[in-house]
């Protein structure tokens, strides 16, 4: 969940195709919005959708900010792998191992269909994101 907005991360219409956006929603209880964080063992996670089996994965690897974030196949390469910053009131950063980025809620939007990015951590709440047993 994004501290930020409260709402939930999304695969977009639920759709089960490589390069879906990931956005954020209103909380409905579907598969695509609940994640299986998977330890990697090496200090990573890969993050999968349950209603897909796919992971999430910053778009062709990219390495900028404002790079999209989508649901892939897993291939085990360092843009699907994320690390997990602890913050101090309970919420987490979830950084891309490939580039260094944070997972980022584009423009601290509020709204519903609001896409999941990469940027450079600022700490905002649109960078923080609460892990909710669902």
């Not at 999304?10 to 195709?17: E, R, S």
């Not at 309970?90 to 601290?108: E, K, R, T, W």
């Amino acid at each position: 969940m994004a501290e930020h907005s409260g709402k939930v991360l999304d695969v977009h219409y639920a759709n089960t195709a490589i390069g879906t956006a990931v956005i954020q929603h209103d909380w409905r209880g579907g598969p695509n919005q609940r994640f299986e964080f998977v330890d990697l063992g090496d200090g990573t996670y890969r993050i999968v959708c349950l209603h897909s089996g796919k992971c999430l994965d910053v778009a062709g690897a990219a390495l900028g900010a404002f790079a999209e974030v989508v649901q892939h196949d897993w291939h085990g390469g360092a843009s699907q792998r994320c690390r997990l910053a602890a913050q101090a009131d309970g919420s987490h950063g979830i950084q891309a191992l490939h580039s260094g980025l944070h997972l980022d809620v584009l423009g601290v939007a509020m709204h519903d269909h609001a896409k999941l990015i990469q940027y450079v951590w600022h700490g905002g709440g649109n960078q923080r994101f609460l892990l909710v047993p669902a």
